[in-house]
């Protein structure tokens, strides 16, 4: 059995992941099970574009907020807070802790790509 060689590492988001699983789909004939569990999640919780989950990871990213990586961005796009409490709470499972200010920034800043309710 061959042993693929990871070549890097980088964080994605559930929108990310559901546009690389579609590219794979269109070469291959079907996925395999572990594929086609995580595009069924990503087809559920993908609440927004690639398009707009990329303009709003430029968004984030412009904010300079200190000590934020891609990893925190990511999963602040997969969760969608729209108010500083829930930032806080989606970056509490980090070892960083933004300012009440950052949070709510963030959550500003989130709420403009947001799905409407």
């Keep these: 059995m061959a042993k693929p060689e990871i070549l890097e590492k980088t964080p994605m988001n559930v929108v990310q992941v559901k546009a690389a699983l579609e590219r794979i789909k269109e070469k291959e004939t079907e996925l395999n099970f572990r594929a086609a569990k995580t595009e069924e999640y990503a087809q559920d919780f993908a609440k927004i574009s690639l398009k ?7 968004a ?36 960083v802790t933004p300012t009440a200010e950052n949070c709510k920034k963030i959550a500003e800043t989130i709420s403009e790509f947001a799905p409407k309710r």
């Design 52 to 58: 707009e989950a990329e303009k709003l990871l430029d």
């Design 60 to 95: 984030l990213k412009a904010l300079e907020i200190p000590r934020l990586r891609d990893t925190h961005f990511n999963k602040l796009i997969d969760v969608m807070p729209v108010s500083d409490k829930h930032v806080k709470i989606v970056l509490s499972s980090y070892n």
